[in-house]
């Protein structure tokens, strides 16, 4: 299965040069000393356990988002792992507009260049509403769940942990949307992070 995953991947990579799927993005004033404690947040959920190793940089490699335990393996969460690693490479390729140059280089693969970081997670649901929850309870949407963590690969310490929650409606969401905004969403809490990090070095 993790293979699988990995192929898909790929095949999004050589196919991200033809993908028309633009982020509106604009271009952002430099952060004050009284805008640092107001930065989004982007993700429901994080904890961040070491900051020093956030602001040293290095090569980051995010890999496939595996079915947790309530998640059943199969298409639909295969594309929701694709699509989390796509949106993630969105933000990440759109550097300079809404983020500054992050000091944490995106890899693909660990042949050429060895990551300094990982982040892995998992899916942690998939919900639909059944018939009774939409005709009776009058449940209207469907919702994604993801939980993950970043790593320092050399020491196995973790920098920081998240989990994160998006809910659509039925009629106007997919799985493949929600997991691209929500790679996309972990992206910017990462870069926003960063620069939440030199702004405060800088008040010192």
Known sequence: MKSYILVLIILV?????GCSHALKLKKKPAVSAVEVSY???YLK???IIDTELLRKGGN???????PGTEVSAG???DTVSVMIVRGFMDVYESQGKEFEKSKIDLIFSDKDLKPNFNIS???DAMDTPSFFQRH?????NMTLTLEGKLKEVETGKTVFI???TQSVSIKKGDWAKMARNMGQNLAKWILAEEERQRAVEVIK
Do not use: N, Q, V, Y
Not at 60 to 66: D, H, Q, S, W
């Open 75 to 77: 298409p639909e969460s």
């Open 13 to 17: 990579l050589f196919s991200a040069s």
């Open 136 to 140: 009776i309870l009058r449940r209207k």
């Open 60 to 66: 980051l490699m995010i890999m496939p988002f595996l």
């Open 121 to 123: 997670g998992t899916i």
């Open 45 to 47: 959920e994080t904890k």
């Open 39 to 41: 930065l989004p947040t």
């Open 162 to 164: 998240f989990k994160d």
